[in-house]
């Protein structure tokens, strides 16, 4: 890919978030993640005031995602990409020419169209080496949220009810009290969408939308990756047996690993009381994943948050009080990065004790900046259709699969992001605590499943709009 021949028409809108927006060019099988700036009633907001402070920003993410995250998420999992510098003319025309496919909800900020830089990764929609697609078929591209739902076990909770409720849980009443959401989700796991190659979305979890009905038209999407064309199943029966296959070969790759021995949970944890799952799934649920499987990867970097913000909110004002007294150590202590091999040694060299020092404060810090980052992280799984041959067999007889798997959204979360967290960690758990005890009949209607078993049957995965 030539950066001094860059053209906007070879890219197209693939998606944003809060803080960055993506294009893609399938032709390179490359994605550019560009960032976004606030717009303010005066005029625009610049974020980042020079072409070097953007492209250290970006080269910050690269550089956490290839020494802190890769080693601790896995390497096979990770992609850190480059930073690059693109010529400002390319910038401004996609900038107009990708304004008008934007959701109007993400239109309060900009694409950064001043400094030119921006994050280069592969095209995670596509497959890089494909013995795959007889039929010629795209593949498919799931992107899933593994958000937390673990119960903390720290000494230094103050609240019962956080020893009870999971915060993902308490945090969707907070959301949809203040309507940010319109309902409630049922687990920690979202599939955020279906896509095609390329990028057209052929499904996402609508707010507001006919669910039942959405599900018919995704079921049809992937009727031919699921059943042979010449089958006489059709109706109901057949968008039934289309979502769970599609179930089992999702479920495959997020618990697909090497290694034979499992990673056992706690027995001595408390479920979720307010999860809506249903309840003799989690009584029958066999409570280990396989070891290096990528939900236990991300499960145990969750984990690093073994303090609770309760506990990290003195050591986090210990660093400040120690900075404000040795200011010049703030580049030693890795405060703001650079996020190298040694910032990974302060995490996980950090005491498994409090022994009152700097070391251990800054370390368990970094631990939770960490978690936070695989608390908010997404998972792509591609999956595409191969030889008889070759790839993941859920069944004899059934199509098999190829497919790869990918953690995204790996950016460090700021230091001085504690503070807030601390304080929206009260309002979330004063707001539950408020509120009435849900009824659990009333907020299972609500819930949004994948497969409409309602007891369970077979293997049910259910998630949430985003």
């Known amino acids: 890919m030539e950066l001094d021949k860059m053209d906007e028409n070879d890219w197209k809108y693939h998606g944003e978030g809060n803080k960055s927006l993506v294009v893609s060019n399938v032709q390179h099988a490359r994605v550019l993640r560009l960032l976004k700036n606030l717009i303010s009633l ?3 907001f610049l974020l980042f005031q020079t072409t070097e402070q953007a492209f250290l920003h970006i080269q910050n993410i690269v550089d956490y995602s290839q020494n802190v995250m890769k080693p601790l998420l896995g390497e096979k999992f990770i992609h850190n990409g480059e930073a690059v510098k693109l010529p400002l003319d390319f910038v401004r025309q996609l900038s107009l020419k990708v304004q008008q496919e934007r959701p109007e909800s993400r239109c309060d900020k900009v694409m950064d169209t001043l400094s030119g830089c921006a994050l280069c990764l592969p095209n995670l929609t596509q497959l890089s080496s494909c013995c795959c697609c007889r039929e010629h078929r795209p593949p498919l591209c799931i992107e899933i949220k593994p958000k937390c739902g673990f119960l903390p076990s720290s000494r230094h909770v103050t609240k019962e009810i956080k020893n009870q409720v999971c915060r993902f849980c308490m945090h969707q009443h907070f959301k949809l009290a203040h309507g940010k959401w319109k309902r409630l989700s049922r687990y920690s796991i979202s599939i955020l969408s279906v896509s095609i190659q390329g990028g057209e979305c052929i499904y996402s979890c609508k707010d507001d939308a006919d669910v039942l009905q959405d599900l018919d038209e995704l079921a049809q999407h992937l009727r031919p990756y699921f059943l042979p064309s010449g089958s006489l199943m059709n109706g109901h029966q057949s968008s039934k047996v289309v979502l769970n296959e599609l179930i089992q070969v999702i479920v495959s790759a997020l618990l697909s690993s090497w290694d034979p021995r499992k990673t056992h949970l706690s027995e001595g944890r408390v479920r979720c009381e307010a999860s809506l799952l249903h309840r003799d799934l989690l009584r029958n649920t066999n409570h280990c994943l396989p070891k290096d499987c990528v939900l236990d990867k991300i499960l145990g970097t969750q984990m690093l948050d073994n303090l609770d913000i309760e506990g990290l909110n003195p050591l986090f004002k210990r660093v400040e009080q120690h900075l404000q007294d040795f200011p010049k150590e703030r580049s030693s202590l890795q405060i703001d990065g650079p996020y190298s091999h040694s910032f990974l040694e302060k995490i996980q060299k950090c005491p498994t004790e409090d022994d009152g020092s700097i070391e251990y404060a800054v370390g368990k810090v970094h631990q939770y900046r960490v978690a936070m980052t695989a608390k908010d992280c997404s998972i792509m799984i591609t ?23 990918s953690i995204l959204d790996l950016d460090p979360k700021p230091y001085d992001s504690i ?10 758990v004063n707001h539950y605590l408020r509120s009435t005890l849900p009824n659990n009949q009333e907020l299972a209607n609500q819930s949004v499943f994948l497969g409409w078993d309602r007891e369970g049957e077979d293997c049910t995965l259910v998630f949430h709009p985003v």
């Open 42 to 44: 005066d005029d625009l």
């Open 383 to 405: 999956i595409a259709t191969c030889g008889e041959e070759d790839g993941l067999e859920i069944q004899p007889s059934k199509p098999r699969f190829t497919y790869s798997v």
């Open 419 to 428: 503070p807030h967290q601390s304080r929206l960690d009260s309002k979330i």
